[in-house]
């Protein structure tokens, strides 16, 4: 019984997503998922992101949260469209938050649209929202043991952005394993190491991402 319920609930997110994709689809504009833990780095990755391009790109933001703005005033003060989604309890964002906070964004104007999704390893990637790309940032900090753990999220995601590098001498975790265990998950899929404190490796994030357009 509990299945049948989740997954009709799965069933009736997938058609409303697939509701966010024509949308997005019909504007020519791409739309990321960001996903990670609490305090792994999203929005700051996300800070740095925007001023990296936003002479490049008309970026938007939509930012998930159980509650608070917060992560939406962050954002804010990089001078880019944000509008923010409490879940209210919810410990992830599903496609008809996604799709009620859509007319706050002029869609016409953007090119890139970046989802941060409420922190969490496990329940925000069961829940498409119409995105093109889901992409997983974890710090390192977290542990070596955390994509074996987790592996649905680096399975489906397009990139992994290994986060915190900058305290790698400070904890106990090797690096080499953690790439290799996600590539053991998702083979070929493109890892990038970054410190968003210190800017190291962002750069080569934000080329990526402008590829993917
Ligand atoms: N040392 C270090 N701290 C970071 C880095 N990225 C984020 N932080 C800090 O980690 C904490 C959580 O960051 P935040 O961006 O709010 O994470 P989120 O919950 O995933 O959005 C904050 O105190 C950040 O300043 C990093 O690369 N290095
Ligand atoms: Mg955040």
Not at 92 to 112: F, G, R
Request: net charge negative; charged share 25%.
């Amino acid at each position: 019984m509990e299945i049948k319920v989740k997954l009709d609930v799965l069933s009736g997110n997938e058609e409303l997503a697939a509701a966010n994709r024509a949308k997005f689809d019909d504007v020519k504009l791409k739309v990321i998922n960001i996903m990670g833990s609490p305090g792994a780095g999203k929005t700051t990755v996300l800070e740095k992101t925007i001023d990296l391009l936003k002479d490049r790109l008309k970026l938007g933001v939509i930012e998930g949260d159980i509650y608070t703005t917060k992560d939406a005033d962050r954002i804010e003060q990089h001078g880019i469209p944000v509008t923010q989604i409490n879940t209210g309890g919810a410990c992830h964002l599903d496609a008809a938050m996604v799709a009620k906070a859509l007319p706050e964004l002029n869609l016409e104007e953007l090119d890139l649209l970046i989802i941060e999704n409420v922190g969490n390893l496990v329940c925000p990637v069961e829940f498409n929202l119409g995105e093109h790309l889901k992409i997983a940032v974890l710090s390192v900090i977290e542990g070596d043991d955390k994509p074996l753990k987790y592996p649905l999220i680096f399975r489906q995601s397009s990139a992994v952005i290994l986060n915190k590098v900058d305290l790698l001498p400070f904890c106990e975790v090797s690096l080499e394993n953690m790439k290799l265990d996600i590539l053991s998950i998702n083979p070929g899929i493109p890892i990038f190491e970054v410190s968003a404190r210190t800017g190291e490796g962002l750069k080569d994030w934000a080329d990526w991402l402008v590829t993917q357009r």
